[in-house]
């Protein structure tokens, strides 16, 4: 019961220069490419346990997800080549990390920081269950460690300041990998992306796909900053 209650009872909102300290950080983490090599496995973990939780949601059978040293992922799952529940799983990858951090910045709007470092422990680990190569099973481990340690060991000031880091880099990680896409399919690259094959799928042209991964990206930057920053 007191879990329970200090899982759903609000924190106080952080100060202003924190929730504008963390955002800086987090765009330090997207901007500098050094930097964007390491975190973007955060965004890997996203992407595939978008592919992953939408695969389950439609019907079909996921069998393995696997994420790679280079930042790259794949999601396996098994159903019908065709219909509405492989084009939702293959269109859920890019927009997986923006969307997750637009839900944590209505939580931290609302003050449930606590709430929210839970809620990513337990998706971290639903999703260790079908990762299926050892770079992924430690990608994973690390992170959902990283999250229960901030959760038992630390106090409400640094929950606050993690929670807010981790959200405003899925907001803004979120952003760039569809821009990396588009110069990799402006130069040759990536002839079965995400965007491709749902071209091949819809017969809608993979432009429009990218269109749309960059509108669900900027347009969850937009509304999840608004909430962070309390406007």
Aim: net charge positive; aromatic share 8%.
């Amino acid at each position: 019961m007191d879990l329970a209650i200090d899982l759903l009872s609000p924190q106080p909102a952080p100060a202003e220069w924190i929730v504008w300290f963390t955002a800086g950080c987090a765009l330090s983490l997207v901007v500098f490419r050094r930097l964007w090599l390491l975190a973007r496995n955060a965004v890997t973990i996203a992407h595939e346990g978008g592919h992953g939780l939408v695969a389950l949601a439609t019907g079909r059978r996921l069998e393995a997800i696997r994420l790679h040293s280079d930042t790259s992922g794949l999601t396996v799952s098994r159903g019908r080549p065709t219909g509405v529940g492989v084009v939702l799983t293959l269109a859920a990858g890019y927009p997986a990390a923006p969307l997750l951090g637009l839900g944590g910045a209505a939580l931290l709007g609302t003050g449930h920081v606590t709430l929210l470092l839970w809620i990513a422990t337990g998706l971290l680990l639903a999703m260790l269950v079908m990762v299926r190569n050892a770079y992924g099973i430690l990608t994973v481990v690390l992170t959902g460690a990283a999250f229960l340690l901030v959760s038992w060991l630390t106090g409400p000031e640094v929950q606050s300041v993690f929670a807010y880091a981790v959200v405003w880099f899925l907001l803004l990680g979120g952003v760039r990998p569809g821009f990396e896409l588009q110069a990799k399919r402006r130069h040759g690259g990536a002839p079965d992306s995400d965007a491709d094959q749902l071209s091949r799928l819809t017969h809608v042209p993979a432009g429009v796909w990218l269109l749309f991964f960059h509108t669900v990206a900027i347009s969850a930057l937009i509304g999840g900053g608004r909430w962070l920053l309390g406007f």
